[in-house]
């Protein structure tokens, strides 16, 4: 269900130019109408990275959370947000909005989801729960998206004791995306703060800008920034995002089944199937519609 | 360290009174200005509780962060508030802002601190964490408030392998919170979206409004409401604070030592030490002085 939003950079940065354009799909330009989130990963004086979210059960292209965002412009090292159509679990309950966020061994973990997992998968993922099987974490609201994020932290802890190198945490991760994917239509987004995972198993986009800066157009409103203006010429800044922002620059799909980590901006982990599959966007909605989900 | 403000009531309820004269102790009527956290229980269509917080580093009297809690008035069943004035922890660091959250059982519950936890707890906490003897939850700032709410959660993890009944959950809590305070200055507040627990080591007091509804007047600015003119005959709603908001209704003191639980508004557990102490406000200050703490 939904669409995602990321941001990942080497330099603390507004994304208030993306999420102009993003928010105006949660019920102006498309129908991602029941709320949204956004969760900023920030750094202090001395470099210590915190979190802080914004949710909100109103259409984001009017809600007065998505203006402060707008109007009160946080820099941030990391961003995740996500634009909410209803499929499963109660529109107006808070509890079901992305992202969401759980501690894992001392790190906010902060995720959000675009798809649909399998009723099998559903029902086999609620039965370990009610039987006592899934110790760490449990879903507090209704939604397939939170059931799934509960599941890969609950394999993650208990796959390893303590945290893990991160090549190892990024092969575990995407072995577990994998198997989500293989259980469901599932695009992902996870965070820790310090670096930024994407997994698309249908339609996903990044752009890394980086000087030479130029002008960029959004495609949904009429707004443009030149962002040579706003950069420093050792700036990068990465935007992933389910369908791409700007109408003018060149963006990057990630494909089927592929995972891509970012840090400080750049790509650092790839995990690309031997196979490549790229969807047209008109396909990617059309399997997403298939299952129940909406993009 | 800081002030504390909690909010329970039997029907959604703007909090706006109460943090118009909260926020202003965030660097105007007092010192707290290093940053504050809200988080608000809400309620959805069909009944669930769903939560959101708001964070920001600036201090609380001239955040737009707190503007637009005041201005996009935001109707809940549970509230808890903070103001923070650094002592322990680094300042502009997001992760130092109270309430924290984590996941209990597939509910959340949020805590706040006011106060100061031992060197020795301290360190012998942080040990448990090196030591890996501390499963579930890790502080992911650098209070001794996290600390010790992650202590207490990961007490009653290893205590209790589900959720117990109400009654033997409020009795742990009763305990454990004695055990912190006797490792340091320790008042709290604990909500989990359906109760709000309050816990006094030196100041807390409380006061419940319900019919017949009168007018209050905030100590901390020039503003007086008529609460019959916003609520019905049925509604109550009881307000928790570090120091009163009014000048011109009853609260009632938390004794030291005391815990009081509310629900719909009412108190649905107290236990109360033998021998009640009431601190006055000013021997609280004091107290929190001698420790390095503030109120």
């Not at 090292?77 to 909410?84: D, K, L, P, T």
């Amino acid at each position: 269900m939904c669409q995602l939003l990321g941001m990942n950079c080497n330099t603390p940065t507004d994304i208030g130019f993306s999420f102009t354009g993003f928010r105006q799909r949660g019920g102006l330009t498309d129908h991602h109408e029941d709320g949204f989130g956004i969760a900023f990963f920030e750094k202090s004086e001395s470099g210590n990275i915190g979190l802080r979210q914004f949710h909100d059960n109103k259409p984001s292209y009017l809600s007065p959370v998505a203006d402060l965002i707008n109007h009160y412009p946080i820099k941030a090292m990391n961003v995740i947000a996500h634009i909410r159509r209803a499929t499963t679990g109660e529109k107006s309950n808070l509890s079901n909005l992305h992202p969401f966020v759980r501690e894992v061994w001392g790190e906010q973990w902060v995720f959000a989801h675009n798809g649909q997992m399998t009723a099998s998968f559903i029902s086999r993922t609620e039965r370990l729960h009610a039987n006592g099987n899934a110790e760490h974490y449990t879903p507090v609201g209704t939604t397939d998206s939170e059931l799934a994020f509960c599941y890969l932290l609950n394999r993650l802890k208990a796959t390893f004791k303590s945290r893990p190198s991160d090549e190892a945490l990024f092969a575990f991760l995407t072995a577990q995306c994998r198997y989500l994917s293989a259980n469901g239509l599932f695009n992902c987004l996870i965070s820790n703060g310090n670096w930024q995972f994407a997994y698309a198993g249908s339609l996903l986009f990044y752009l890394t800008r980086k000087a030479p800066f130029g002008e960029a157009n959004l495609s949904d409103g009429e707004m443009s920034v030149n962002f040579g203006d706003l950069t420093t010429a050792k700036d990068k800044v990465t935007v992933i995002v389910t369908i791409p922002l700007t109408n003018n620059e060149k963006w990057q799909q990630i494909a089927v089944d592929e995972c891509v980590v970012f840090r400080d901006g750049d790509v650092v982990f790839k995990n690309t199937p031997s196979k490549k599959t790229y969807l047209s966007i008109e396909d990617g909605i059309a399997l997403a519609r298939s299952v129940g989900a909406s993009v």
